[in-house]
T-cell receptor, first 115, second 112 residues
Framework: AQSVSQHNHHVILSEAASLELGCNYS??????LFWYVQYPGQHLQLLLK??????LVKGIKGFEAEFIKSKFSFNLRKPSVQWSDTAEYFC?????????????FGAGTRLAVHP | DGGITQSPKYLFRKEGQNVTLSCEQN?????MYWYRQDPGQGLRLIYY???????QKGDIAEGYSVSREKKESFPLTVTSAQKNPTAFYLC???????????FGQGTRLTVV
């Protein structure tokens, strides 16, 4: 079955530290890729997406992600985190399998940034 | 304002009762989704619908049912057959099945 793996369930960083959250998916065909964020008490919001083209995509709030097809990965990065980045981050994939296309999420990574 | 509205925000249900969660969107989106969010498990897909009058089971459809009689509405019924219904339920929609989804605020269901 198609699945999405996020390697870290909890990450704790100090402000100004660099962030990299891992995401791998298990599907060999064409995919659309997403990172969503859920701030405390708020609804899920799209951070960035990749459909095609440049594998390095930039999103909102200084986040970026790189699609590496050979590694089935779509890792999220930010050079310098802020306290306001404290949230839960979800990687998601739409695998194009020739039938109905569904949006599949990983288990999420909870990020805590300390001042 | 355009968006996705889920109601109610909090819902309590007695064991053995069916309950329906509402999801309405005015974004003119074709695709709609229902997810269940549990701590440490991310979002798991319950049902999804690409067009009106059509829907597909997701990964955890047992104990749930849906309908898609109108483009803007995709209600979810949690039946008494669902063994562990207490959870946070999220509805989403997208322009079409391959694009990014927009989420509602969620409904927290508690079975008492």
């Amino acid at each position: 079955a198609q699945s999405v793996s996020q390697h870290n369930h909890h990450v704790i960083l100090s402000e100004a530290a660099s962030l990299e959250l891992g995401c791998n998916y298990s599907y060999g065909g064409t995919v659309n890729l997403f990172w969503y964020v859920q701030y405390p008490g708020q609804h899920l919001q799209l951070l960035l997406k990749y459909f095609s083209g440049d594998p390095l995509v930039k999103g909102i709030k200084g986040f970026e992600a790189e699609f590496i097809k050979s590694k089935f990965s779509f890792n999220l990065r930010k050079p310098s985190v802020q306290w306001s980045d404290t949230a839960e981050y979800f990687c998601a994939v739409i695998p194009f399998s020739g039938g109905y296309n569904k949006l599949i999420f990983g288990a999420g990574t909870r990020l805590a940034v300390h001042p | 304002d355009g968006g996705i509205t889920q109601s109610p925000k909090y819902l309590f249900r007695k064991e053995g009762q069916n309950v329906t969660l509402s999801c309405e969107q005015n974004l003119n989106h074709d695709a709609m989704y229902w997810y269940r969010q549990d701590p440490g498990q991310g979002l798991r897909l319950i049902y999804y619908s690409q067009i009106v009058n059509d829907f597909q089971k997701g990964d955890i459809a047992e104990g749930y049912s849906v309908s898609r009689e109108k483009k803007e509405s995709f209600p979810l019924t949690v039946t008494s057959a669902q063994k562990n219904p207490t959870a946070f339920y999220l509805c989403a929609s997208s322009i079409q099945e391959s694009t990014e989804a927009f989420f509602g605020q969620g409904t927290r269901l508690t079975v008492v």
